[in-house]
């Protein structure tokens, strides 16, 4: 069964500093990818997703990131953070015509002013 | 769309009582998916369903945890008895067909004393 590692559990950065999100998965053949974010109390927004052609997805929000099959990853990305961006970040992988789609155990994201 | 609607959005109860979570997925989807999220254990799949037929039920935790879809557009998570360690925040989420994006509701976080 596929599954994710999330090998940040807590991660804070300045304002306006660059972010980069980590993500590993497990997955016998073409995963699908998926990043969600999770403000308190709220449910999980898809950020962005990865299914097949160019490995560099755009996302909502400006973010970005970078499928690399070599190192079965799937990376968070965004340029310039802002204090709105402070959440909790879920990478999710599933296999295709497979509704079972399992997360991380998330990455969350302190933005300091 | 209203998107996804679950209700309560917080329920306190007691341990041993019965605890029904409810959730309308968006019109037209018909994959619809029950997760719970703890502190421990992340995000987890508990069922989900295709056409109102449950699919995969292997998350279900145990005997004490039932759902139904008795139509395209209601959705139940029952629980009972209910039990201390059954608190968490249970979230639903819907999709359409060859969509892949998975849409959440805000979830219903149930305390059991």
């Known amino acids: 069964a596929q599954s994710v590692t999330q090998p940040d559990i807590h991660i804070t950065v300045s304002e306006g500093a660059s972010l980069e999100l980590r993500c590993n998965y497990s997955?016998?053949?073409?995963?699908?990818l998926f990043w969600y974010v999770q403000s308190p109390g709220q449910g999980l927004q898809l950020l962005l997703k990865?299914?097949?052609?160019?490995?560099l997805v755009q996302g909502i929000k400006g973010f970005e990131a970078e499928f690399k099959r070599s190192q079965s990853s799937f990376n968070l990305r965004k340029p310039s953070v802002h204090w709105s961006d402070a959440a909790e970040y879920f990478c999710?992988?599933?296999?295709?015509?497979?509704?079972?789609?399992?997360f991380g155990a998330g990455t969350r994201l302190t933005v300091k002013p | 769309d209203a998107g996804v609607i679950q209700s309560p959005r917080h329920e306190v109860t007691e341990m041993g009582q019965e605890v029904t979570l409810r959730c309308k997925p968006i019109?037209?989807?018909?994959?619809l998916f029950w997760y719970r999220q703890t502190m421990m254990r992340g995000l987890e799949l508990l069922i989900y369903?295709?056409?109102?037929?449950?699919?995969?039920d292997s998350g279900m935790p145990e005997d004490r945890f039932s759902a139904k879809m008795p139509n395209a557009s209601f959705s139940t998570l029952k629980i009972q008895p209910s039990e201390p360690r059954d608190s968490a925040v249970y979230f639903c989420?819907?999709?359409?067909?060859?969509?892949?994006?998975?849409?959440f509701g805000p979830g219903t976080r149930l305390t059991v004393t």
């Open positions: 990865y299914f097949s052609g160019d490995t």
């Open positions: 999710a992988v599933a296999g295709y015509n497979n509704n079972d789609m399992r």
């Open positions: 997955y016998g053949a073409t995963p699908y």
């Open positions: 019109s037209g989807h018909d994959y």
């Open positions: 989420a819907s999709q359409g067909t060859g969509v892949y994006e998975q849409y």
């Open positions: 369903f295709n056409n109102n037929v449950p699919i995969d």
